[in-house]
């Protein structure tokens, strides 16, 4: 938690201020109990009623201003932790940001949502309890026991009882009670990550008829949670009556022994009654302190999760290069150089040795079976990972020496699963180039072959998206995305099997307006079908992360038995269809 603490400091006066106004707000609390002991020894024993009512007028105006105080040291304590918590989302979310995919698989997204909103709230809580009690809770034990001395002296023996019993009772409990806290962050998670599943693939687990098995997952990790919860509850709902007993108790024995010294003159009945109260302030701020060392372990366990996030230093890092000078003047081409990569934690390399060179004015293609590594390298130039060993060149600069954000600023890229966000469809083609005219929006769906279903759509380019553009069809969100890359009007065009979703006419006009508009970029494409490849200016055929045939189609015909075996396999499949 003190490491999260340099969040608080923008909000120090604040908190300041607010720990100041529980200061005065303890002061009056404990000066309340001595005003009734004079009103009842002085006003009612000697039945001077004016004394009565000064007294309690007095007391109702102390009441007024601790109840004025508590108000405005809540609001500044839950302006203060507010703000300490979207100061923490904040720096949270853009160092997130920052992540190669890498460090995402690292903590898992499920994790990060939960880090992200609830860990960070259960420490703002605990920060907004700890201002309105760390001067409190002492104060009011302190001022509490020079009170209740100050009163009866010998009466306080009684105290000298109660308040051990009442410390180790609630610190055995919370022995208890506090590695549960752990688990049950743990159990959040899990909760969300299945609720994140099941969320995004409601469409795939209702055509696998799966709704009552996926029900049954989302229970039994609620019970999970449910039964953790109700373990955490046990412990707290033993600790309340096993206070509220000793409190009675201790009152029980207060009057009893207080009667006793009554009787023998030594107290008085209104300082009885005060010190009574000054009994209940001691433990109830005791109550209070042990709140917070309960409280604090289970901040500090979720400060704990959000450092580890925090601390993830990404492995791809921006290069040296400034990014002024980061655009190349060179030619828009990729080259990788004897490339070798393996995703983290996995046995065999995703691709080895890979080299060739995709020149500008060129369409190069990329060709191969499911799992061959075709994304992978798109993967690599891109930076969502480096490179094992090898170099990946983009303008004749190796990437890993680019700024990320200029390295990517060259690069129109389409992936794989076409990913839509809540808004029109101007403003989803505008993602790829902030600065776009409508003029440009337009021709860029142009040639996407997407302006035709945009005019048909009621609000043309103003219809809006759902979220995770659930209103549009498979073949229309990719269409959408490839003119969220073409706007961009880049030297790089990456298509990961973009044209997937399109049908055979589609993908021809699609090809021979994008071949007209990139004739002065590098275009690299993924594709499975050999109609998309077959006029590439150069096909590279993967199989199992190694390059084994590279030419035209022509050309591999006669050379390459893996692309013989692809082109056989779908001419068989296109003749039967
Ligand atoms: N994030 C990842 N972590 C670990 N392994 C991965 C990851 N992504 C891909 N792989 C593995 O790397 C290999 C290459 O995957 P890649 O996605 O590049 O294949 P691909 O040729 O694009 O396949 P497809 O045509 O099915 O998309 C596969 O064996 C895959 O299991």
């Known amino acids: 938690m003190i490491r999260l603490a340099k969040y608080m400091r923008p909000y120090l006066w604040p908190a300041l201020f607010s720990i100041l106004f529980v200061f005065f707000q303890s002061l009056a609390n404990l000066y309340l109990p001595t005003l009734m002991s004079d009103i009842v020894d002085t006003g009612i024993v000697k039945g001077d009623l004016p004394y009565i009512y000064k007294m309690g007028g007095y007391m109702l105006l102390v009441t007024f201003v601790a109840g004025g105080l508590t108000v405005a040291a809540n609001y500044l304590a839950s302006k203060a932790a507010s703000g300490f918590g979207r100061d923490v989302r904040n720096t949270m979310f853009a160092h997130v940001e920052t992540f190669s995919l890498n460090e995402f698989d690292q903590v898992g997204t499920s994790s990060l949502i939960t880090r992200t909103t609830n860990d960070i709230a259960q420490i703002e809580q605990v920060y907004m309890m700890i201002l309105k009690m760390m001067t409190m809770a002492p104060l009011m034990l302190i001022g509490g026991i020079i009170m209740a001395v100050s009163k009866d002296s010998r009466l306080s023996l009684v105290l000298v009882v109660a308040l051990p019993i009442m410390i180790i009772s609630i610190l055995l409990i919370a022995a208890r009670a506090l590695p549960l806290f752990k688990v049950i962050q743990k159990k959040m998670d899990r909760l969300n990550l299945i609720l994140r599943e099941e969320l995004t693939g409601i469409r795939v687990i209702r ?14 990790a609620n019970k999970d949670i449910t039964q953790i919860s109700i373990r955490i509850n046990q412990f707290m709902s033993l600790a309340m009556p096993l206070m509220m007993l000793i409190m009675n108790l201790s009152t029980v024995a207060i009057v009893w022994f207080g009667g006793l010294r009554i ?10 009654m005060a010190f009574i109260q000054y009994a209940m302030q001691i433990m109830f701020s005791i109550l209070m302190g042990i709140m917070m060392f309960i409280m604090i372990p289970r901040a500090q366990i979720s400060a704990g999760r959000v450092n580890e996030v925090l601390d993830i230093v990404p492995v791809v890092k921006d290069g040296k290069t400034s990014a002024s000078s980061a655009v190349s003047k060179q030619p828009a081409s990729i080259e990788f150089r004897e490339v070798t990569f393996s995703y983290p934690g996995a046995e065999a390399p995703a691709v080895s040795n890979i080299s060739f060179t995709a020149n500008q004015g060129e369409t190069t293609a990329i060709i191969g079976g499911t799992g061959a590594g075709k994304s992978t390298l798109l993967n690599l130039i891109m930076r969502y990972f480096d490179a094992v060993s090898g170099e990946v060149l983009v303008r004749g600069v190796d990437v890993r020496k680019l700024p990320v954000e200029s390295l990517r600023a060259q690069i129109g890229y389409v992936p794989q699963k076409s990913v839509l966000f809540t808004g029109t469809i101007a403003d989803n083609i505008r993602y790829g180039n902030a600065q776009a005219t409508d003029e440009e929006i337009r021709e860029a769906a142009r040639i996407a072959q997407a302006a035709e279903f945009i005019s048909k759509m009621s609000a043309g380019y103003q ?14 969100k990719q269409r959408l995305a490839i003119a969220r890359a073409l706007v961009r009007q880049a030297p790089i065009y990456l298509l990961d099997d973009s044209f997937s979703a399109l049908d055979y006419r589609t993908d021809a006009h699609l090809r021979a307006e994008l071949s007209r508009m990139t004739q002065n970029s590098a275009v690299i494409m993924v594709a499975q079908r050999v109609s998309t490849v077959l006029h590439a200016d150069k096909i590279i055929v993967l199989d199992d ?14 050379t390459c038995d893996v692309y013989q075996e692809i082109v056989a396999s779908q001419l068989k499949k296109e003749e039967l269809a």
């Not at 055509?207 to 039994?220: K, L, Y």
């Not at 992360?545 to 006669?558: A, K, P, S």
């Open 207 to 220: 055509s696998f008829n799966r709704t009552a098995h996926e029900t049954e997952r989302f229970d039994q």
């Open 263 to 272: 009787d023998s003159g030594s107290i008085e009945v209104g300082d009885l």
């Open 463 to 476: 219809s809006l998206i759902t979220q995770g553009g659930k209103n549009v069809s498979g073949g229309q």
């Open 545 to 558: 992360g190694r390059i084994v045939g590279y030419g035209t189609h022509q050309e591999l015909m006669e």
